[in-house]
């Protein structure tokens, strides 16, 4: 149901927000999102597909709906290459319940969320919803990992600013973590807060279920 009215309500939409993703300067996969943007330029609703540099067809995914929590949306998300599957919903704004399906196993699990928890394309949310006190300081957030039924404390301070761009660091705070997990950078436009390049983990594996560290740049 989420996933048809997002295409229907994308389509009337006519911002489209395109994302190529490198790895060491070659592009990997082309992402495509079509938003339904708040008066504060928070996501209200936004459908994410993701293509393969010569080739039309999708071959992944995600719908966020933000209803609920602007932080911690209710998501749908397949990857057909993998045969992957997953949904979240958020029931009574604390408990999200992830239902996983892969490798033909379905998992369904329940993880209680607080005021710091950020999961998935909420962080664009969180990042514009605080653009002007992370330029102050810094924010301690939870980030929510589906694929591990969990939540870890991630820091997210100002790391640079030039030429009206200021740049966004996020790490984890625990140190044992911080020697395993790299950074995520994010670049925003200081005149209109839009994100304009992601530097990290991908939210999507390569075509053999391996975790890829990209670049992207958004247009």
Do not use: C, W
């Not at 932080?71 to 998300?77: A, G, K, L, S």
């Not at 994010?186 to 279920?209: A, T």
């Amino acid at each position: 149901m989420i996933t048809i009215l997002a295409f229907f309500i994308s389509m009337l939409n006519a911002q489209v927000i395109t994302g190529k993703a490198f790895i060491e300067g070659k592009l990997i996969y082309i992402e495509k999102h079509y938003p339904v943007v708040n008066s504060n330029g928070s996501y209200k609703l936004l459908n994410t597909k993701y293509f393969y540099p010569d080739n039309d067809k999708n071959f992944a995914e995600v719908v966020s709906s933000f209803n609920k929590n602007l932080f911690v949306p209710d998501t749908t998300f397949q990857d057909n290459r993998l045969k992957l599957f997953e949904n979240t919903s958020l029931s009574d704004n604390k408990m999200l319940t992830i239902k996983r399906t892969e490798d033909n196993k379905t998992e369904t699990k329940s993880l209680e969320i607080d005021s710091l928890s950020v999961s998935g394309q909420g962080f664009h949310n969180f990042i514009v919803v605080h653009f002007d006190q992370l330029i102050k300081e810094s924010k301690l957030i939870s980030i929510v990992v589906t694929s591990k039924y969990d939540q870890y404390k991630f820091k997210v301070i100002k790391n640079k600013v030039k030429d009206n761009v200021v740049e966004f660091k996020i790490y984890p705070q625990n140190f044992l973590l911080r020697q395993i997990v790299e950074p995520i950078y994010l670049e925003y436009s200081l005149k209109n807060r839009n994100l304009l390049s992601f530097k990290g983990l991908s939210n999507l594996y390569d075509s053999k279920g391996n975790s890829q560290y990209v670049e992207i740049f958004y247009i």
